[in-house]
């Protein structure tokens, strides 16, 4: 196989596993994986892949987007995997959002918590009549390969025998998707049981470091005291007194 061809597959895959779980992700993947296999049967109409090679990049596409690929079939037999998504439903009509009202802050814990060689810190708790922002910040950001083991481990394997310059370059784009796109998910929980939605949010940086804010509706019930923000494996419990 030429290298621009691995290269190119390789970036294929980094990709769909730096948008895997996310929900506009499992919309489209049935795209991704029909361009993607069309690329593929390319390369081997070219000569470019043998048949087992062929299937082999088409099952690495399949795990990269969360699907487990089926086994061999018997000769004579054609196996369908689907792609789309269950949970997916009919778009409802948009309603007008009114801008919530600011209600008060709370300051975040004094204390920085690490997770993946990676240090979390909650600033503040902005609390509105509808709604509650988390501002937080992470200095130095945790190592993406410990974050993310099974992507770091695929993407070893696809740039097996490339020059090492071209497997650096592909890596650290993979990694730049992943810290982009994954890995600043976060959940939100209280101890009346409110169930929060996240309603997206907004992080940049540099140099190391990231801040940023992550939005939820509802807003906390006037009975919950504490709120429970929760990154990777951190829980970081914040008093709303």
Request: charged share 20%; proline share 8%; no cysteine.
């Amino acid at each position: 196989m030429k290298q621009e061809v691995q290269w190119y597959l390789a970036e294929a895959l980094a990709n769909a596993r730096a948008a895997l779980g996310l929900p506009e992700a499992a919309e489209h993947r049935n795209v991704i994986l029909a361009g993607y296999s069309g690329a593929v049967r390319a390369f081997r109409y070219l000569g470019e892949l043998s048949e087992d090679e062929e299937r082999d990049w088409h099952n690495r596409m399949l795990v990269a987007l969360g699907i487990t690929p089926p086994p061999p079939a018997p000769p004579r037999v054609h196996r369908a995997v689907f792609v789309g998504n269950l949970g997916s439903r009919p778009a409802e009509p948009a309603t007008p959002i009114a801008t919530p009202t600011f209600v008060r802050s709370v300051h975040g814990p004094d204390a920085e918590f690490e997770s993946h060689g990676g240090r979390l810190r909650v600033l503040a708790v902005e609390m509105y009549d509808t709604a509650v922002a988390i501002r937080w910040r992470v200095a130095p950001e945790p190592v993406i390969s410990s974050v993310f083991p099974d992507e770091a481990a695929q993407l070893a394997r696809d740039v097996e025998g490339t020059d090492a310059w071209a497997a650096e370059h592909l890596r650290t784009k993979a990694e730049r998707g992943l810290r982009m796109m994954r890995l600043y998910q976060f959940s939100l929980a209280d101890d009346v049981g409110t169930a929060y939605r996240p309603m997206g949010g907004r992080h940049g940086g540099g140099d190391n470091e990231m801040t940023g804010e992550a939005k939820f509706v509802p807003a906390p019930a006037a009975t919950a005291s504490t709120l429970t923000f929760t990154w990777l494996e951190l829980a970081v419990y914040i008093p709303l007194s």
